[in-house]
């Protein structure tokens, strides 16, 4: 396998290009011949009430030295900020590159997800992803992913190192993975890492593989990044890049991150079960052998754990056994462990959790509390 030759911005120069004047839409097509109106890579971008953030970002993937064109699709999913009139001035600077799509209502709220409407308008032979509050530091990212894609016909998808962090200043680098021995990363990692292997802002996979990411969403999952992973990464792995390209913003305004954190459990049984359905689903969508069931029974148990867990917590008696209660289709047999750890209540309710386990033991769940002393 080869990546060919990475010439990248080291991160210690990223401030002097940021602060470096922005090429004109006239300069960033010069470079590109004859194939304006062919992009090679389309930039999905997708934000809600980011202004403190979608400028960055936007900058950044203008800043991107290609010899290839490129489309930039932003979804604004009803911004009830500026974020919208931010947009709006780089839409006006940039027609033939920056391509918004306004939504009037928005669309998380209605139980749709703009990522997924927004790859539907890609153009690209590739699609690289980057959220609002996210932005590139690399300017020569996307010609380094399409290059290590263009060279390895049997992966398709790529991904970088990032920084993490509240800010540039304090960005430390993030990843999972050592830069010697997993440049490629096979598909069994992906299925186990739940999404947390490979940050979302530097993903570039090919246009092709939407059909396959629409088919394994149709359940509607809570969060799309798993699963569009594990699509574009069947059969045979990605491709690590171990280089720094892109930053993370930790905990930013109008992120999923921020808001599923206020969730309430009503939201959070309906988001365990979508996410169920499309883990059973994806199993025959993508014709994955019995091989896996074991491996998919664990990814299940720990969403279900972890969504017991908060009911437990939160005193919600009923809502913990609408989920002990749930039957997964395809998984006979599950045996549910959940572990309180130190800190848990010795309340009265603790008592009723104990008697409720008993009562259904001889069932499809086994509920172990640990309660550990203080």
Same mark, same amino acid.
């Given at each position: +396998? ?46 809600? *009430?980011?202004?403190?953030?979608? =400028? ?17 699709? &932003? ?9 919208? =009139?931010?947009? @709006? ?16 209502? *928005?669309? $998380? ?7 997924? #409407? ?21 300017? *020569? ?10 060279? *390895? ?9 990032? @920084? ?33 292997? +490979?940050?979302?802002?530097?993903? +570039? /996979? ?20 798993? /699963? ?10 990605? #491709? ?26 009503? =939201?959070?049984?309906?988001?365990? &079960?979508? $996410? ?19 491996? @998919? ?16 917590? +939160? ?48 069932? @499809?769940?086994?509920?172990? #509390? ?5």
């Amino acid at each position: +396998m080869t990546y060919g030759i990475f010439v990248s911005v080291e991160l210690k120069d990223y401030k002097n290009i940021v602060s470096s004047q922005l090429p004109s839409e006239e300069e960033i097509i010069a470079s590109w011949g004859d194939t304006v109106d062919n992009p090679i890579v389309t930039i999905s971008c997708t934000t809600f *009430n980011q202004e403190a953030y979608i =400028e960055d970002a936007i900058i950044s993937f203008l800043r991107q030295k290609t010899e290839f064109p490129y489309e930039i699709l &932003v979804h604004d999913d009803a911004s009830t900020d500026k974020t919208k =009139e931010i947009i @709006l001035r780089y839409e006006l600077l940039y027609p033939k590159i920056v391509k918004p799509l306004y939504q009037s209502v *928005n669309q $998380y709220s209605q139980g749709k997800k703009p990522s997924l #409407i927004n790859l539907k308008r890609a153009n690209g032979k590739y699609i690289a992803l980057c959220e609002g509050d996210d932005f590139w530091v690399d300017s *020569n990212k996307l010609s380094i992913q399409v290059n290590v894609l263009e060279r *390895n016909m049997d992966i398709d998808l790529c991904f970088t190192e990032a @920084l993490c962090g509240k800010s540039f200043d304090d960005g430390i680098i993030f990843t999972r993975l050592n830069p010697i021995t997993d440049s490629r990363v096979s598909f069994e990692n992906v299925l186990t890492a739940d999404g947390g292997l +490979m940050p979302t802002a530097s993903l +570039m /996979f090919r246009r092709s593989k939407t059909k396959l990411i629409e088919q394994v969403t149709e359940g509607n999952p809570p969060v799309v990044d798993y /699963f569009l992973q594990v699509a574009t990464s069947f059969p045979n792995g990605a #491709i690590f890049i171990p280089q720094v390209t892109c930053f993370y913003r930790v905990n930013s305004i109008g992120s999923w991150s921020v808001r599923s954190k206020h969730e309430g459990l009503d =939201e959070t049984f309906k988001n365990l &079960v979508s $996410y169920i359905s499309c883990v059973v689903a994806f199993k025959d969508k993508l014709g994955l052998e019995d091989d896996f069931d074991d491996l @998919l029974n664990i990814k299940v148990l720990s969403r279900i754990d972890k969504a017991a867990r908060k009911a437990f917590i +939160m005193g919600s008696f009923c809502t913990f056994k609408r989920i002990l209660k749930l039957r997964i289709g395809g998984y006979p047999n599950i045996k549910f462990q959940l572990i309180f750890l130190r800190g848990v209540s010795n309340s009265k309710f603790l008592f009723d959790m104990a008697r409720f386990a008993y009562r259904i033991r001889r069932g @499809l769940y086994i509920l172990v #509390i640990r309660r550990h002393s203080r």
